[in-house]
């Protein structure tokens, strides 16, 4: 089976949308997830570990 990684991308960006955390293992993946967070203007902390890069919505609504 091959992997389209856009569309793996594209996947987990609409993850972030819902509002779902997203996990990628490669770099590839992930500087396509920041691309878009960046284009659709979504409010997502990213956590890099030594397995990969975890994207974590943040809700609007919350103050700090």
């Not at 509002?19 to 997502?44: C, M, P, W």
């Not at 030594?50 to 919505?57: A, E, L, Q, Y």
């Amino acid at each position: 089976m091959i992997l389209n990684r856009s569309q793996i991308a594209r996947e987990k960006v609409e993850q972030l949308k819902l509002g779902v955390t997203a996990f990628t293992e490669t770099e590839e993946i992930a500087e396509k997830i920041r691309k878009s967070v960046a284009e659709l203007q979504l409010n997502v902390i990213e956590d890099h570990t030594d397995r990969g890069v975890w994207f974590i919505p943040q809700d609007e609504t919350k103050t700090q």
